[in-house]
């Protein structure tokens, strides 16, 4: 089980439970009060009692997140709250299946129905969820402005008085789901609808029927938005501040349709809401009669009209009952005219019974919408928001009503708080003490005993045949309580009050638990009658209006009731009656509301009004019956939990049952065994002292705890920081030294390898170097196996050569030797110059042999051979060379020797045509080979050519045919060339006829182009016959035949002047008068013959000669 040490006694301000207020005194109570108040703890309890402080400002403490905290909370848990004692009791009704009710009392202002509230919305939040119950939820939270708007007011006291007690019992199911609601309401003060005292205000409908409704509504309701214009209006606080009576109409409006109003009824409602207003406008006017007396006519009759209209109500009828009033006794039926004072009294009557009684109707209206459907058994929760204890100036019938009330509750509160001590105490075996305590049943009997009770004696004055006035009622009580020990008047027969002037005659005075009470008797009678004449209701009755039908049942005339009804006393009485034994059956939780200041101020605190209530609440009564016992009292789980570190043997943990760890501590402490009981399951403390005792030493022992806990917990803090280092340096360290030995490792392994080559190195160098060392003597051994070989070869060589020497020797010697000895011998034969004679005779063989061999050796007879024999001595080589030539030239002498004439003719020109253009131009070469034929038109045989042939005198030595250039465009003509040994003859081709014959003298140069072209130019000297027509520029096939003929022709004709042949590719020729550069260029290679030819302009004649291919 989890065992909660939170408590209310956990930083306290002043004392959160007045029980355990030490010492005890009203005044230290006050300043216990004040001391909360001052820091906003509104709320303080006197055992499970709240007392509730009006901040008179919005306070913080009733969020959504409170609701939390005080949830399923135990009640002395946390500090004090409202939703502490809401929480105990939705909880003790839910889990323990008790009723509750919770009596909200104090004085108007105190806070009672925003406590009310508190609780409801407390509840509503707490309890079950669905679509069902928040509905149910909705609309009984929506029944308090409903009811507000039309039981409360403005008053000096409270700008929202509830003018009217209020008991409201919630139903539940046996989930703690809210399933309805049953109101009740006590004593509306109705006298409020027709007067107010200064400074307050009629019911809050009025104005906010008239501030908030349509304009379209109050037509309707033939009302005037104007306060002014209605007599039962207050004027001078008509607008309250901090209140919108606009916007709460409409809050009424949306409240009521949620409760559950028709729209009809709503406005049934408001038709009569605007008829009271209306009423309070009908103003009477004296009409004497003639038998002398006044009667009341109504004055002016137009608020009458509307409000009958309003209601249905025929006019005559109703403005009868204000003039007359029908007494009925037995079988008789007077009528009696009325005053203009009746006639008011009437209409006042007549506008707080309507009023009331529509009160009623809507507290039952809602009672129907809100009531548990399930006719299953309920638990129920009755809030109880009642008027407290009034004591005035002035006080009335009506503040002894309530105050009767209030009479009531404390005895209730008394009864059950003692029955419920004691059954504690029961419950626990705890043994019983007395409780001394007033009981104020004594002040309940003096006013509702049956028979001497102020209540009966007031009823029975009034039930009473002739004068009744409230004098003769104050005689009734002189005389019949007197005696009463709670009863004080002036003119008693008790002789203690004859003389104490502040008792007035006309009134009595009450003791009540909570003071002494001064009522003035004025209007007692007449309120408890609470008259309303039989012709009103009946006139209401008639009414075309089903509301109104319904709300005065008793004018109907068929039911005609000459009882006289239930006075107001008596109904009062009854009611609470009801009320107490209601609230008997439930566990009560009471809250006691306490307003700080007059002023509706927060932060003011007014001793002497706080004084005055703690007072009449009776709330020190309340502290003294609370501990008349045990101040305090605990559930031994929690309180061994709270205390248990008060000793050593209980101190961290106590194994055993809760109790006896409580005993031991009890015993451990020395507390005095008259101090404390153990029940059952609590220990209970006679004395706040001794529980400050145990708070005391709990406090020293919590600091010494904290400290312990501290230096523990900062111990282990450092000790985990410090192990944590420890473990951080570990790993530190050992990831270092991994990295330290990793790198060392490396550095030893490069080391390693680098000895390891270098070894390796070395070893291999040595290996090599013995390899080398092994192969050079390998090859030593070889070598030296060669030379010794060689050495050896050598020496046999020279050996042998030596041998070989020596023997060629001895045969040199020896043929020198014999030489010597042959030369000695035949010396004697020789002569001096047979040297001479022997080197001739040998050049002379030589020379025989060598040109005998020549001879047989020689090369053919063709010239173009080129072969020789080789030189065989060198001293011949000029000879050689010599005798090549000489063969040359006798091989070529020898070869044309072999000519004929006409052959010889024809290579002499090969050879002219060879000097004139070899070398010179790229025609030449192709020419080398083509025998030149001279006459290639066969003219003498061809018959065509006869005719020429004829007009030719010479021997035609060349006929060809060429083109003639046209000088205009370059283009050709052919023509026949002839050339004899005198002519040049241009003949046509086609006809023979001769266009042109030059004589050859006339021709000074031809000119030619180096390229391989067949183009000339005969240029003719200037002056002579043939030049009249300029020079000739022609092209032939066979250019360099016909050159070289023309040239030889010409040469061999002229007389010493040579025909000049000029190669260049650019020169001039005449024509007519000008002359024209006629100029060679590389054109594209083309396949043929395709030099061709184009004037370019009046000077210049192009021959494209193309490229040789
Ligand atoms: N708990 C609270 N927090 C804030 N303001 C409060 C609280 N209780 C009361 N008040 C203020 O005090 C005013 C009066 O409270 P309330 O109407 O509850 O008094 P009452 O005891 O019901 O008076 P009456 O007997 O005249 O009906 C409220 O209108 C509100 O302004
Ligand atoms: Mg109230």
Known sequence: MEVKTKSLLDNMIGVGDMVLLEPLSEDSFIENLRKRFDHNEIYTYIGSVVISMNPYKSMLIYSPEKVEEYRNRNFYELSPHIYALADEAYRSLRDQDKDQCILITGES?????????????????????????????????????????????KTVRNDNSSRFGKYMDIEFDFKGDPLGGVISNYLLEKSRVVKQPRGERNFHIFYQLLSGASDDTLKKLKLDRDFSKYNYLS??????????????????????????????????????????????????????????????????????????????????????????????????????TLNVAQAYYARDALAKNLYSRLFSWI?????????????????????????????????????????????????????????????????EDIEWTNIEYFNNAIICDLIENHQNGILAMLDE??????????ETFLDKLNTICAQHQHFESRLSKNSKFLTDHSLPHSCFRIQHYAGKVLYRVEGFVDKNNDLLYRDLSQAMYKANHSLIKHLFPEGNPAKVNLKRPPTAGFQFKASVGTLMRNLQTKNPNYIRCIKPNDKKAPHIFTESLVCHQVRYLGLMENVRVRRAGYAFRQAYEPCLERYKMLCKRTWPHWRGPAREGVEMLMADLQVPAEEFSYGRSKIFIRNPRTLFFLEERRRQCLQDLATLIQKIYRGWKCRTHFLLLKKSQIVVAAWYRRYAQEKKYQKIKRATTVVQSYTRGWQARKLLRELKHQKRCKEAVTTIAAYWHGTQARRELRQLKEAARNKHAVSVIWAGWQGTKVRREYRKFFRANAGKKIYNFTIQRIMQKYFLGLKSTLPSMSPIDKNWPVRPYIFLDGVHTELRRIFHLWRCKKYRSRFTEEKKAVYEEKLEASELFKDKKALYPSSVSQPFKGDYLEISKNPKYQKLNSSVDEKVLLADVVNKI???????????????????????????????????????????????????????????????????LLSSEHLIETITKLHHIGSAASDGEQLNVDIADEFLVQFKQDKVCVKFIQGAPKNGNGASCKRKNNRLLEVSVPASA
């Open 461 to 470: 004055e009034c039930l009473r045949p002739g004068t009744v006035t409230d």
């Open 363 to 427: 507290v039952t209206r809602i009672n129907e919408s809100i009531k548990a459907q399930a006719k299953t058994r309920h638990k129920v929760m009755g809030v109880l928001d009642i008027y407290g204890f009034e004591i005035f100036d002035d006080n009335s019938f009506e503040q002894f009503i309530i105050n009767y009330c209030n009479e009531k509750l404390q005895q209730i509160f008394i009864e059950l708080t003692l029955r419920e001590e004691q059954e504690e105490y029961i419950r």
């Open 966 to 1032: 046209n000088r205009a465009n370059g283009k050709g003509a052919t023509r026949i060339l002839l050339l004899t040994k005198k002519n040049v003859v241009l003949a046509d081709q086609k006809t023979g006829q001769v266009k042109a014959s030059v004589a050859l003298p006339d021709l000074t140069s031809v000119s030619v182009s180096t390229q391989n072209d067949g183009f000339f130019a005969l240029r003719l000297k200037e002056g002579s016959a043939s030049a009249v027509k300029g020079d000739f």
């Open 109 to 153: 202002g105190a806070g009672k129905t925003e406590a009310s509230k508190l609780v409801m919305s407390y509840v509503a939040a707490v309890c079950g969820k669905g679509q069902e119950v928040n509905k149910v939820k909705e609309q009984l939270l929506q029944s308090n402005p409903v009811l507000e708007a039309f039981g409360n007011a």
């Open 235 to 336: 004027l001078d606080s008509a607008v309250v501040n901090g209140l919108d009576d606009a916007t709460s109409f409409r809050t009424v409006r949306n409240a009521m349709q949620i409760v559950g109003f028709m729209e009809d009824e709503v406005q049934s409602v408001l038709e009569l809401v605007a008829a009271v207003l209306k009423l309070g406008n009908i103003e009477f006017k004296p009409e004497s009669r003639c038998n002398g007396t006044d009667e009341s006519r109504v004055k002016d009759k137009n608020d009458l009209k509307e409000m009958c209209e309003l209601l249905g109500i025929e006019q005559s009828v109703l403005e009868r009952a204000f003039s007359y009033r029908t007494v009925e006794a037995k079988l008789e039926k007077v009528s009696t």
